[in-house]
T-cell receptor, first 114, second 111 residues
Framework: DTGVSQNPRHKITKRGQNVTFRCDPI?????LYWYRQTLGQGPEFLTY????????KSRLLSDRFSAERPKGSFSTLEIQRTEQGDSAMYLC????????????FGPGTRLTVL | DAKTTQPTSMDCAEGRAANLPCNHS???????VYWYRQIHSQGPQYIIH???NNETNEMASLIITEDRKSSTLILPHATLRDTAVYYC????????????FGTGTRLQVTL
């Protein structure tokens, strides 16, 4: 399968714990995006990488959130000291910088903070 | 990015054409219209995009009005598998290229 993959698919954690999610984009894609989606809402942009450079961060991305893409391939999104309001679906997408913004999304990681 | 307005929900009989409207009256000259859909429990899926000309691909057709203030996504022969939330998004292909999703239109295809 050459699509975008995300792990884990589901994560349940207690408030205050740290969690880390992984995204593996389509191999030749140089752009990688993270979005967050809560129930009944469309996805909201969090951050975006071109190769290993993080080029934009949303104001939604508080200091507790950090994302990396160390070698320009896979990416991780870490949430420190989780809060119940962090419960959401975290979506990763990738694209080629040369195409018209056709983003390919992964299946998402559903986070539940108890 | 320009804001879009879509109906909250629509129904369509299987086999019939589904016409999903979108208003984007504040669209600027360099902004494209994109359509994505999200089937339950899956990530969004790209459908089609256009600037000012009508576009067609294997999934759908996109009709953009001459003033570019509105558009319609057409699924020519809707099937039950087309039941999803459909998002109309306006944006350019600049360096950021993030997608700004609204709440979309929930399309229910019925027998």
């Amino acid at each position: 399968d050459t699509g975008v993959s995300q792990n884990p698919r589901h994560k349940i954690t207690k408030r205050g714990q740290n969690v880390t999610f992984r995204c593996d984009p389509i191999s030749e894609h140089n752009r990688l995006y993270w979005y967050r989606q809560t129930l009944g809402q469309g996805p909201e942009f969090l951050t975006y990488f071109q190769n290993e450079a993080q080029l934009e961060k949303s104001r939604l991305l508080s200091d507790r959130f950090s994302a990396e893409r160390p070698k320009g391939s896979f990416s991780t999104l870490e949430i420190q000291r989780t809060e119940q309001g962090d419960s959401a679906m975290y979506l990763c997408a990738s694209s080629l910088a040369s195409t018209y913004n056709e983003q390919f999304f992964g299946p998402g990681t559903r986070l539940t903070v108890l | 990015d320009a804001k879009t307005t879509q109906p909250t929900s629509m129904d369509c009989a299987e086999g019939r054409a589904a016409n999903l409207p979108c208003n984007h009256s504040t669209i600027s000259g360099n902004e494209y219209v994109y359509w994505y859909r999200q089937i339950h429990s899956q990530g969004p899926q790209y459908i089609i995009h256009g600037l000012k000309n009508n576009e067609t691909n294997e999934m759908a057709s996109l009709i953009i009005t001459e003033d570019r203030k509105s558009s319609t996504l057409i699924l020519p022969h809707a099937t039950l598998r087309d039941t999803a939330v459909y998002y109309c998004i306006v944006g350019d292909t600049g360096t950021a290229s993030k997608l700004t999703f609204g709440t979309g239109t929930r399309l229910q295809v019925t027998l």
